[in-house]
């Protein structure tokens, strides 16, 4: 069969990866096109047809600057499904862009399959009604998702988390240190975020850390869509090293992290790192998200356990000398730390186990055949 995938962000470009290789197992005959990123091209063996690192635009004032490439991108994705016709098209989150396509794909006649469910509960929870009409199955991979399509007659499948599936199948390297050229102290994981603007929010903030805990070593976790050049804009002459493709490593031998608000967030809750999650953005954009947003939190650690199980400095909280006081608390305070760790515990317990890609690939392939 043919598949079109489209993953519009870096953690969408990881799952779509992994989901192509489970669809790969299930279908001998599996056939792929896709607009994502570096590691669905590695799994699929195709060239996308549109990079995700020109396709993720953060927030309200950001999409409104960039509208002319929105809109020449949705062009070269209807055209190119006008004319390829797939069996079935896999969007993977990135509502503001799928959900149009999706209803493209729809009056085309061609089955629509959703994985990872756009976050309308956060914020316009009336996007469900278009979500019922141009999706045919829709995969969850938060727990308290499937009661929420519930409230609308909407039956959807919980598939559990794809994190765990990329956890699980990763190789950690257990000379990370050394093979990084990194000093013998105690390492504190910088993760700024893979877009632009968080990065240039986020990053001097986490930067000026370093005069603060003389005793620890910082370690940035590049995004592959930037070099060490523009790492180093940042950095300056500070002994702060960068690193690419090795997040999970990072965070497996880092003592604590400050994480920005995002997918990174779970990682780290799953790998059992103590964070503090950070987020600033345009001051338009967050004034209208706090209008919109119906949800407590933005941490997905602290959405799904429904609590504050880790620390959040958002927008004007959100500064060099706040940040510190939460590390502090989490490397030198043994109760605040393990308060941490048992909320992670709770967290993994909520999301079960492995298997999220190989259950979605054969609930696609199921369903198509059916």
Same mark, same amino acid.
């Given at each position: +069969?043919?598949?079109?995938?489209?993953?519009?962000?870096?953690?969408?470009?990881?799952?779509?990866?992994?989901?192509?290789?489970?669809?790969?197992?299930?279908?001998?005959?599996?056939?792929?096109?896709?607009?994502?990123?570096?590691? +669905?091209?590695?799994?699929?063996?195709?060239?996308?047809?549109?990079? =995700?690192?020109? +396709?993720?635009?953060?927030?309200?004032?950001?999409?409104?600057?960039?509208?002319?490439?929105?809109?020449?991108?949705?062009?070269?994705?209807?055209?190119?499904?006008?004319?390829?016709?797939?069996?079935?098209?896999?969007?993977?989150?990135?509502?503001?862009?799928?959900?149009?396509?999706?209803?493209?794909?729809?009056?085309?006649?061609?089955?629509? =399959?959703?994985?990872?469910?756009?976050?309308?509960?956060?914020?316009?929870?009336?996007?469900?009604?278009?979500?019922?009409?141009?999706?045919?199955?829709?995969? =969850?991979?938060?727990?308290?998702?499937?009661?929420?399509?519930?409230?609308?007659?909407?039956?959807?499948?919980?598939?559990?988390?794809?994190?765990?599936?990329?956890?699980?199948?990763?190789?950690?390297?257990?000379?990370? &240190?050394? *093979?990084?050229?990194?000093?013998?102290?105690?390492?504190?994981?910088?993760?700024?975020?893979?877009?632009? +603007?968080?990065?240039?929010?986020?990053?001097?903030?986490?930067?000026?850390?370093?005069?603060?805990?003389?005793?620890?070593?910082? &370690?940035?976790?590049?995004?592959?869509?930037? *070099?060490?050049?523009?790492?180093?804009?940042?950095?300056?002459?500070?002994?702060?090293?960068?690193?690419?493709?090795?997040?999970?490593?990072?965070?497996?031998?880092?003592?604590?992290?400050?994480?920005?608000?995002?997918?990174?967030?779970?990682?780290?809750?799953?790998?059992?790192?103590?964070?503090?999650?950070?987020?600033?953005?345009?001051?338009?954009?967050?004034?209208?998200?706090?209008?919109?947003?119906?949800?407590?939190?933005?941490?997905?650690?602290?959405?799904?356990?429904?609590?504050?199980? &880790?620390?959040?400095?958002?927008?004007?909280? =959100?500064?060099?000398?706040?940040?510190?006081?939460?590390?502090?608390?989490?490397?030198?305070?043994?109760?605040?730390?393990?308060?941490?760790?048992?909320?992670?515990?709770?967290?993994?317990?909520?999301?079960?186990?492995?298997?999220?890609?190989?259950?979605?690939?054969?609930?696609?392939?199921?369903?198509?055949?059916?």
């Amino acid at each position: +069969m043919d598949y079109y995938l489209i993953a519009g962000e870096t953690s969408g470009d990881l799952h779509g990866a992994n989901l192509i290789k489970a669809l790969k197992n299930e279908d001998n005959d599996a056939h792929f096109r896709i607009v994502g990123g570096d590691l +669905m091209a590695a799994a699929s063996g195709e060239t996308p047809l549109i990079h =995700c690192a020109d +396709m993720a635009f953060m927030g309200f004032v950001e999409v409104i600057k960039n509208l002319g490439t929105i809109k020449k991108n949705l062009s070269i994705v209807k055209r190119d499904l006008q004319q390829h016709r797939p069996d079935t098209l896999i969007l993977i989150d990135f509502p503001g862009f799928n959900l149009k396509i999706a209803a493209f794909a729809k009056k085309l006649g061609i089955k629509v =399959c959703y994985y990872i469910s756009p976050k309308i509960w956060a914020w316009n929870q009336g996007r469900v009604h278009k979500i019922k009409k141009v999706v045919d199955h829709m995969f =969850c991979i938060l727990p308290f998702e499937v009661d929420f399509y519930k409230k609308y007659q909407y039956n959807v499948d919980y598939i559990g988390n794809p994190l765990l599936d990329a956890i699980e199948a990763y190789q950690f390297n257990p000379n990370f &240190v050394s *093979d990084n050229a990194l000093i013998e102290r105690p390492i504190i994981a910088l993760l700024p975020g893979s877009r632009k +603007m968080e990065i240039e929010m986020l990053l001097p903030e986490m930067v000026d850390l370093y005069y603060l805990f003389p005793a620890h070593q910082f &370690v940035i976790a590049g995004a592959p869509n930037f *070099d060490e050049a523009y790492y180093k804009r940042y950095i300056g002459d500070l002994p702060i090293k960068v690193v690419f493709d090795q997040t999970y490593d990072l965070l497996k031998n880092a003592v604590a992290a400050v994480v920005t608000s995002g997918t990174a967030t779970l990682e780290a809750g799953i790998l059992q790192v103590p964070q503090v999650v950070v987020y600033r953005a345009n001051k338009l954009t967050v004034w209208i998200a706090r209008l919109v947003i119906k949800v407590r939190f933005i941490s997905l650690v602290n959405l799904i356990n429904d609590f504050l199980s &880790v620390r959040e400095l958002i927008q004007e909280d =959100c500064h060099t000398r706040s940040i510190a006081d939460e590390l502090d608390e989490l490397i030198n305070k043994p109760e605040h730390r393990a308060s941490v760790l048992e909320n992670y515990a709770l967290l993994n317990k909520k999301l079960g186990t492995a298997g999220a890609s190989e259950k979605a690939a054969k609930l696609i392939v199921q369903y198509l055949t059916a």
